[in-house]
């Protein structure tokens, strides 16, 4: 068996996106539709399965795993997969393993769990909030509690962890909050990624009416904010970064739209039932739960994910067009995959 993970292009996989649930508590307008059909619960893998099918990603390269939904923290006993994952965080760098665990959440449950997290070895957080008012925050999420996002991100942040929050940046619906954001993440001592809205699955949301395009944020925003080169900020995501020198925080940028970052994509995802997705703009994916619960053998399960490396595609077709023309991705929501 190859000591890595490399796709058909030459990239090298070192960063695994894991949803462990389908289900959230709030429904967000760019996220999920309102009246959501979860997915039966024989469906989900359990944490044995899930476990199982990290251990062979991070035996082949994976170094960072980052847990995602839905909402990861809404999953029954999740602190307990926390913690067996954990485990896996490498004490030293010839030891197999995980050099980062980290976490998306929309903050909801973050009071509860914020100590598990880092007794599990969990060092920062990303924290989905768009706006920093009740109402607003209360109608893009249809069913959320901004009181409950604010206190678990400062639990976090009570907690040790640091935390990033990313903000789906909306044309018309929160596009005039964003300096409002940054001060008050310097505040907090968090940093701040916005992100460009994606055409992925039928959320009843007009796509097309949302997009903003992030390069003229930017520079609206360098008119009001010093920006400084941030060294070393890059991560293992596709965010560019820079830093405020006003706040002393990152602010990033994730522009799948407007500036395609696909050339340097080094992650694949895997959804709570079991579907491998080399693409988050690609319906295409493998389906691991099979070979699992046929009984099939950890080579079986490592050729599985070499095929579908095979196919990744060289960059996502997201596409949202200035005339008429159809919004173009993929037809699951991006709660199947947690972005």
């Known amino acids: ?35 959501m059909e979860f997915l039966p619960r024989p469906e989900v893998l359990t944490y044995e399965e899930l476990e199982r099918l990290c251990a062979v990603f991070m035996q082949h390269g994976v170094k960072r795993i980052r847990l995602t939904g839905g909402e990861p923290l809404v999953r029954r006993d999740i602190g307990g997969f926390l913690l067996s994952l954990g485990r896996w965080i490498q004490p030293d760098a010839t030891t197999p393993g995980l050099d980062e665990l980290t976490l998306t959440t929309n903050g909801s449950q973050l009071r509860r769990y914020a100590d598990t997290l880092v007794k599990a070895g969990v060092r920062r957080v990303n924290v989905s909030l ?17 009181r409950q996002t604010l206190d678990g991100v400062r639990a976090a942040r009570d907690a040790g962890l640091a935390v990033r929050i990313n903000t789906v940046a909306m044309k018309g619906i929160n596009d005039d909050e964003f300096d409002d954001l940054i001060a008050w993440c310097g505040e907090i001592g968090a940093d701040l990624c916005l992100i460009e809205t994606m055409p ?41 970064y820079v ?11 994730i522009t799948p739209l407007s500036h395609n970052f696909c050339d340097s994509c080094n992650r694949v ?22 070979i699992l619960r ?42 199947v995959t947690g972005g």
């Open 130 to 146: 768009d706006s920093l008012k009740p109402e607003r925050f209360s109608a893009i999420t249809r069913r959320g509690d901004l």
């Open 243 to 253: 830093r405020v020198a006003e706040t002393g925080q990152k602010l990033g940028f």
């Open 1 to 35: 068996m190859q000591s890595s993970l490399i796709d058909i292009q030459g990239r090298k996989i070192s960063y695994l996106r894991v949803s462990v649930t389908d289900r959230c508590d709030m429904r967000c307008v760019y996220c999920m539709s309102e009246n």
């Open 269 to 290: 995802r895997l959804s709570c039932s079991g579907q491998l997705y080399t693409c988050l703009g690609s319906d295409n994916a493998v389906d691991l739960r099979a």
């Open 294 to 335: 046929s009984g099939g053998s950890d080579e079986d399960i490592l050729r599985a994910i070499d095929l579908s490396l095979a196919r990744k595609p060289f960059r996502h077709d997201f596409l949202i067009p200035d005339n008429d023309a159809d919004v173009q991705g993929p037809a699951r929501l991006m709660s």
């Open 200 to 240: 992925m699955g039928e959320t009843g949301e007009d796509r097309r009416a949302q997009y903003l395009p992030l390069h003229a944020i930017r520079l609206s925003l360098q008119k009001r904010w010093t920006f400084e080169a941030a060294n070393g900020a890059g991560g293992a995501g596709p965010a560019r």
